[in-house]
């Protein structure tokens, strides 16, 4: 009895080990039997990712329910990069230096349909305000003045102009200042700024482009040589807050000052601190980067917008108007191509003079306040504060020259404080006003 029952054990044995091999050999899912899908989310700041993967598909009918499980293969995403614009420095509001470009007005004459003057095809000089054929009048491209100063590190343009686009009743005509830095009458530079426009400083408005082939202008810079095509300023420094110098340029519309358009633009651009500019405003369809504009149509292709000329009225170039040229950091001969006509106006400088409470050298009231007691100022013609003064005053808080010719001086402040920045170096230009203002400190 003991061998059968033996006998017995060993087929269950059997029995039990041909079940234990039918199961090994049941058939597993492949991972490649479905599709694993990842979804990634990357925020612009780049904190943060997100993966969804669906759940596994059920195992089959067929299969046996002691099946083991094959693990999902998970994918590890890469985020990608993402550029970040971080600005070094951001323009504020000029501290010196302004100058005035003061421009034909059409406002008075709008219900005429025609400009009372300051247009001059051939020397690429518009008065155009007023739309193609039926010349209504827009007065967001009717530019009023033009103004320039700077600051340690920008320039400043101030584009004043008569009102609002009366479509949109908006400012969102593009504008831009044109820079000549050999004063030769051929661009050098154009800054650009274009809608929509806010209140704050902002790089995604602004465009710069150098005429680095200087074929601007054409055989004749400024002067008519249409039908000419040249590339205008075809190497982009700046587009839309994108360029080398992430700071190079800015715009906005001014906070507080009436229908004006501000452009801000790194000094470093014009190293020489010498150089023509005037300013630009246009809601036609010229491309203000492609210059000379008077080199791409003729006169009769452009139209006019002087009333009884035989080209009236506007035709292919509307809804422009610019400026004549002033200059900047130099003395005028008064043959400079572009320059603004009339004799040459004597600048001034204003001084203001403060107790610099906080010794962080900028005036805030409170806690800085004027300056109480009596101070010489000595002004010097050129880079250095020696020799003869050409001007000298006493004065407590508040300086101003009296008429000086464009150029350079240094001013020397003999006070009984330090004085932050003595010996200062400014530049005076024909008919405008050059803010300077001393910190006195107690030390």
């Given at each position: 009895?003991?061998s059968?029952?033996?006998?017995?054990?060993?087929?269950?044995?059997?029995i039990?080990?041909a079940?234990c091999?039918?199961v090994?050999?049941?058939?597993?899912?492949?991972?490649?039997?479905?599709?694993?899908?990842?979804?990634?989310?990357?925020?612009?700041?780049?904190?943060?990712?997100?993966?969804?993967?669906?759940?596994?598909?059920p195992?089959?009918?067929?299969?046996?329910?002691?099946?083991?499980s094959?693990?999902?293969?998970?994918?590890?995403?890469?985020?990608?990069?993402?550029?970040?614009?971080?600005?070094?420095?951001?323009p504020?509001?000029?501290t010196?230096?302004?100058?005035?470009?003061?421009?034909t007005?059409?406002?008075?004459?709008a219900?005429?349909?025609?400009?009372?003057?300051?247009?001059?095809?051939?020397?690429?000089?518009?008065?155009?305000?007023?739309?193609?054929?039926?010349?209504?009048?827009?007065?967001?491209?009717?530019?009023?003045?033009?103004?320039?100063g700077?600051?340690?590190n920008?320039?400043?343009?101030?584009?004043?102009i008569?009102?609002?686009?009366?479509?949109?009743?908006?400012?969102?005509?593009?504008?831009?200042?044109?820079?000549?830095?050999?004063?030769?009458?051929?661009?050098?530079?154009?800054?650009?700024?274009?809608?929509?426009?806010?209140?704050?400083?902002?790089?995604?408005?602004a465009?710069?482009?150098?005429?680095a082939?200087?074929?601007?202008?054409?055989?004749?810079?400024?002067?008519?040589?249409?039908?000419?095509?040249?590339?205008?300023?075809?190497?982009?420094?700046?587009n839309n807050?994108?360029?080398?110098?992430?700071?190079?340029?800015?715009?906005?519309l001014?906070?507080?000052?009436?229908?004006?358009?501000?452009?801000?633009?790194?000094?470093?651009?014009?190293?020489?601190?010498?150089?023509?500019w005037?300013?630009?405003?246009?809601?036609?369809?010229?491309?203000?980067?492609?210059?000379?504009?008077?080199?791409?149509?003729?006169?009769?292709?452009?139209g006019?917008?002087?009333?009884?000329?035989?080209?009236?009225?506007?035709?292919?170039?509307?809804?422009l108007?610019?400026?004549?040229?002033?200059?900047?950091?130099?003395?005028?001969?008064?043959?400079?191509?572009?320059?603004?006509a009339?004799?040459?106006?004597?600048?001034?400088?204003?001084?203001?003079?403060?107790?610099?409470?906080?010794?962080?050298?900028?005036?805030?009231?409170?806690?800085?306040?004027?300056?109480?007691?009596?101070?010489?100022?000595?002004?010097?013609?050129?880079?250095?504060?020696?020799?003869?003064?050409?001007?000298?005053?006493?004065?407590?808080?508040?300086?101003?020259?009296?008429?000086?010719?464009?150029?350079?001086?240094?001013?020397?402040?003999?006070?009984?404080?330090?004085v932050?920045?003595?010996d200062?170096?400014?530049?005076?230009?024909?008919?405008?006003?050059?803010?300077a203002?001393f910190?006195?400190?107690?030390?």
């Amino acid at each position: 009895m003991k061998s059968v029952f033996k006998g017995l054990n060993c087929i269950v044995l059997l029995i039990l080990l041909a079940s234990c091999t039918s199961v090994a050999q049941t058939p597993t899912v492949s991972s490649d039997a479905y599709n694993v899908q990842v979804a990634v989310a990357v925020s612009l700041t780049q904190t943060a990712a997100a993966i969804e993967a669906p759940a596994q598909p059920p195992a089959s009918a067929t299969q046996s329910t002691a099946a083991t499980s094959q693990p999902v293969a998970t994918a590890t995403p890469e985020a990608t990069a993402t550029s970040v614009i971080v600005h070094v420095l951001e323009p504020g509001a000029p501290t010196s230096g302004w100058t005035t470009i003061t421009d034909t007005s059409s406002a008075a004459m709008a219900s005429q349909k025609r400009a009372p003057g300051g247009e001059d095809y051939n020397l690429n000089r518009f008065e155009r305000p007023f739309t193609s054929g039926n010349m209504v009048y827009h007065p967001e491209v009717d530019i009023q003045t033009a103004k320039l100063g700077y600051d340690n590190n920008f320039y400043y343009v101030d584009i004043a102009i008569q009102g609002v686009n009366p479509d949109t009743n908006q400012i969102d005509a593009t504008y831009a200042v044109e820079l000549d830095a050999d004063k030769d009458g051929r661009g050098d530079y154009m800054v650009i700024a274009k809608p929509p426009f806010g209140n704050d400083w902002v790089t995604t408005t602004a465009w710069v482009g150098q005429d680095a082939n200087h074929d601007v202008g054409g055989p004749h810079p400024l002067t008519s040589d249409a039908p000419y095509r040249s590339d205008g300023y075809e190497t982009i420094l700046f587009n839309n807050g994108q360029g080398q110098d992430p700071d190079l340029a800015w715009a906005r519309l001014s906070p507080d000052k009436t229908n004006t358009v501000e452009i801000a633009f790194k000094r470093s651009l014009l190293p020489t601190g010498e150089f023509m500019w005037g300013v630009w405003a246009d809601n036609g369809n010229s491309d203000l980067s492609l210059q000379d504009i008077n080199d791409r149509f003729t006169s009769q292709e452009a139209g006019t917008s002087i009333y009884g000329l035989s080209y009236y009225p506007l035709a292919k170039v509307a809804l422009l108007d610019n400026t004549c040229r002033w200059t900047f950091g130099f003395t005028s001969t008064g043959k400079e191509p572009g320059l603004c006509a009339g004799s040459l106006p004597p600048g001034h400088i204003n001084a203001f003079l403060y107790f610099d409470s906080d010794n962080n050298a900028t005036y805030n009231n409170p806690p800085d306040t004027p300056a109480t007691f009596m101070t010489d100022i000595m002004v010097y013609s050129g880079t250095s504060c020696s020799g003869t003064p050409v001007q000298t005053q006493t004065v407590y808080d508040t300086f101003s020259s009296t008429a000086l010719a464009a150029g350079k001086y240094c001013i020397h402040l003999n006070a009984i404080y330090d004085v932050v920045s003595n010996d200062r170096v400014v530049t005076v230009n024909s008919g405008a006003n050059t803010e300077a203002d001393f910190a006195l400190q107690y030390h």
